[in-house]
């Protein structure tokens, strides 16, 4: 086979064998070169047919022989003898002898020796290479008088053609025809589909609820210490003022869940706490219908009562590791069983909730047991009434009202639950105790609550505040007032801001402009994003105390930073500095000041 160098072999496999290239490269100077073939190719050859390069007229780039060969490497030749050795090397090399190559003839002669072993000569290779050459002469002329016979023959197929106009209508025919038999074809599906349900009517079959699923969770580990020590504090919380809070380390939340929705406008949600090692409680337990008149959706079951703005946003996004005297004092846990609306304007300016509630706590215990229910009926409306939509959200003002009237069981019945009519918090940071508490109010037979709210953000400085006040009627007994309010005032050092959900009117998650990472590069540097930094400072205030109840009075101040690694994860640290007065002698204590250092990282899903 010949070929010039350079010449790519075709691809008629994936499967090769080795062969090897001669070129020449002077007068009498072939070199050698491995390169590989196409099994499929090899196996047709059955004689390779050279042309010798050690001839004094030998060009660089002559014709080079193609041979299959075993993995062998010539040295590089010297001589004037060059051509013989080629020769009969390649003759050893062979597949088959000498035969007819034409691809029609598919087969080959086997390779020629004579009796005594030795090769045929080069003039009875080049006997055989003319009398090939003649036939493919032969065989070419013969191919072009069958060409000249089929144009020929074409020519005369042509003036039997139809015309272009005749097989257009005959292609429009045989589209109607298509089509009507496509619809015959519909039609009996349709008959079949039917005939298939009647059949099938009355037997026991499996639905699909069109459920979908979305899992959620959070861990939150956190570090308190309570550096120094104050009588009043140390009384407060272990009743003996020589022993001080101690330090605690430990997971403030360990929640997983699940929700998603059922059929077309059910809605459902399963949220499990495990921070309590040995007792699992739940906290949003609930199905909800959607797309109501007037109700728009409903939910029934464990959710969150609808005031107090710190608690109605997740714990995932507040800026402060706990919330404020008042907003836990006036509304411990947030959520209870019951019955409530969510509704939202088409605008998102407005929106609202409100519903029914039972007021004991019992996402520990599964379920409320009494012959008095402590029903409570409350409501949040809320008002965005500026959201900057040119800088997607980051400039906004909000503010809302929000209402509850409640029937607590203060008769002190025996069989009865216990009374509800109770305030009671922690001093912004995990203590054992809760250091405000009135106690159960014996007689308290109604109470109502005002909230009012307010939020106002301007790229990264964000400023809120709330106002609380409960109004607690007794019999027997005169009314008892308590009430408390905070503000805080924050900002992004990298920029950011806090983003607001208008339909639901609340702190939504923030999102850095660059990721917190620190990775090293090719070139051996390294590279480093830094996150999202925010400080912020909270001034908090709460009074318990009124005529005999002497729950005290709270009042601290928090410096936080917080640290957003990317949306999902981030660090808190917050200090604080507290103070707590007229509160009901604990061994003899009744004012006593505190600090803490609290450190909380997040992870969320």
Known sequence: MLARTGQTMPNLGDESVEVTRWRCAGAGRPTAKRTWIPLALAATL???????????????????????????????????????????????????????????????????????????????H???????????????????????????DGAEGDEDEKSLTDRLKDLEKNYEKLEKNFEELDEGLDEGISGLKSTLKGYARSGHSGATMKVSGRIHADHWAFPGDSPGVNAFETGDPTISP?????????????????????????EMEFAGANDVEYRDVYIGINELPLLHTLLIGNQKRPYGLDHINSSRYNVFLERPFVIEGFNQDSRRLGIASYGVSENERWNWRYGLYNQTLVQAIGSYVSDHYQPELTGRLANTIWYDEGSDGRGYAHWAISGSL????????????????????RPESRTASRWLD????????????????????????????????????????SQLQFHGAYMYLSYFLTGEHIPWERDSGQLGRVIPHENFFAVRTCDGCRARGWGAWQVA?????????????????GESYTLAVNWHWNPYA???????????????PVAGQTFGTYQFLGTRFVVDF
């Open 46 to 124: 059955s004689i390779t047919t050279y042309f010798s390069c050690a001839t004094a007229d030998a060009q660089a780039d002559d014709l080079f022989a193609v041979s299959p060969v075993a993995y062998f490497a010539p040295e590089p030749w010297q001589d004037d003898n060059t051509a013989e050795d080629i020769e009969n090397w390649l003759t050893e090399q062979t597949i088959g002898g000498a035969g007819d190559t034409n691809e029609n003839s598919g087969a080959g002669a086997a390779a020629t020796t004579t009796e005594g072993g030795q090769q045929p000569s080069r003039n009875e």
């Open 126 to 152: 080049q006997s055989d290479e003319k009398a090939g050459d003649e036939k493919g002469a032969n065989d070419e002329k013969n191919k072009n008088e069958s060409n000249d016979e089929k144009d020929s």
């Open 246 to 270: 101690q330090d605690r380390l430990g997971f403030r939340r360990i929640r997983f869940g699940m929700a998603g929705g059922l059929w077309y406008n059910t809605e459902y949600k399963i």
């Open 406 to 425: 409640a029937n607590p069981d203060g008769s002190g019945l025996p069989g009865r639950a216990a009374n509800a009519a109770r305030f009671r918090t």
């Open 438 to 477: 009135t106690g159960a109010i014996a007689g308290a037979d109604n109470f109502q609550l005002l909230g009012l709210e307010s939020v106002l953000n301007v790229g990264p400085t964000q400023l809120v505040g709330e106002f609380q006040h409960i109004w607690l009627d007794r019999d027997p007994g």
């Open 537 to 553: 400072f909270r001034w908090s205030y709460a009074d318990f105390t009124d005529r005999d109840i002497l729950g005290g009075i």
């Open 570 to 584: 981030k660090m808190q640290f917050n200090y604080g500095y507290g103070e707590i007065s007229n509160h009901a």
